[in-house]
């Protein structure tokens, strides 16, 4: 159980590494997302105040209370799954950093592919159509090419920013169709992350910023979604698509400034629409 798990927790890895797959549709697919949620949202305040009633206390009571909120979490799942997904972003950074250095335009148009493609898994999600609903995709698509506007295309990354971009990304684990790796794009810390990763004990400052921001991200981001989802699914995977949508603009922006057009560039954009498809298919 605990090595399929790391198995699930690479293949995760691997996709929040990718701009355009999300580790949460993974998670959704493997068949562990629900428990994640839970195992994620188990980390309550009660735990917080708990462990600090403990820590000045240490009677009998507070000892107890502490042991009841660690029986409540579900460590053993959530740290072989962080093993494997902490595994693959390792081994995998150093590649798509020779990929983007070397070959930056083929690679940037093969994320589009995937992006463009996996915004199909978020509308799948969506049951309600209604013009009402459709338009919160409007607004999450003016959203997006408001922020391809605004986000410069080269952001020089402040340990506030980088634990910004950390509390983001990890939305990834929580919302089927978006990437963590895609946030990062938008917010252009992806190939700065990349080389903290390739690179952890001379960024350890960035990398605890990054890692502090995630945790924080995942024990806020998953109560919202809980709470958005429960009042409105198909209103809240619409403005998602809309941003997925919109903020394509990004990417799109940085290849036209450097591109000199060829058919390579299409070859590559229609690999990785065609990978998403594949997949899909193959899953179903």
Not at 86 to 104: P, V
Not at 258 to 270: P, R
């Amino acid at each position: 159980m605990s090595i399929l798990l790391f198995l699930k927790g690479m293949l995760m890895g691997v996709c929040d590494l990718i701009p355009g797959i999300s580790g949460g549709t993974i998670a959704f697919i493997t068949g562990i997302y629900e428990r994640l949620i839970a195992a994620v949202k188990s980390f309550s305040p009660q735990l917080v105040k708990d462990i600090f009633s403990y820590l000045g206390k240490r009677d009998k009571k507070s000892s107890s209370a502490l042991k009841q909120s660690v029986k409540r979490l579900d460590l053993v799942f959530l740290v072989t799954l962080l093993a494997g997904i902490g595994t693959s972003l390792f081994l995998g950074a150093h590649l798509i950093s020779i990929l983007l250095e070397d070959y930056y335009v083929f690679t940037i148009s093969f994320f589009i592919g995937l992006i463009l493609a996996s915004s199909k898994i978020i509308f799948d999600h969506i049951e309600n159509h209604k013009p009402a609903t459709i338009s919160f995709g409007i607004m999450g698509l003016l959203f997006g090419l408001l922020l391809a506007v605004l986000i410069p295309a080269t952001v020089e990354p402040s340990l506030f920013y980088i634990f910004i971009s950390g509390f983001l990304a990890i939305s990834a684990m929580f919302l089927p169709g978006i990437s963590g790796a895609f946030i990062l794009l938008i917010l252009g810390a992806y190939e700065f992350m990349l080389g903290v990763l390739k690179d952890i004990p001379n960024n350890v400052p960035y990398f605890l910023s990054f890692a502090l921001g995630a945790a924080l991200g995942a024990f806020t981001i998953s109560r919202i979604i809980s709470y958005f989802f429960s009042k409105d699914k198909s209103k809240t995977l619409y403005v998602l698509l809309g941003l997925v949508i919109g903020a394509l603009g990004i990417p799109l922006r940085n290849i036209i400034a450097l591109a000199q057009w060829d058919i390579l560039m299409v070859i590559f954009f229609a690999l990785g629409f065609g990978v998403v498809f594949g997949a899909d298919k193959l899953i179903k």
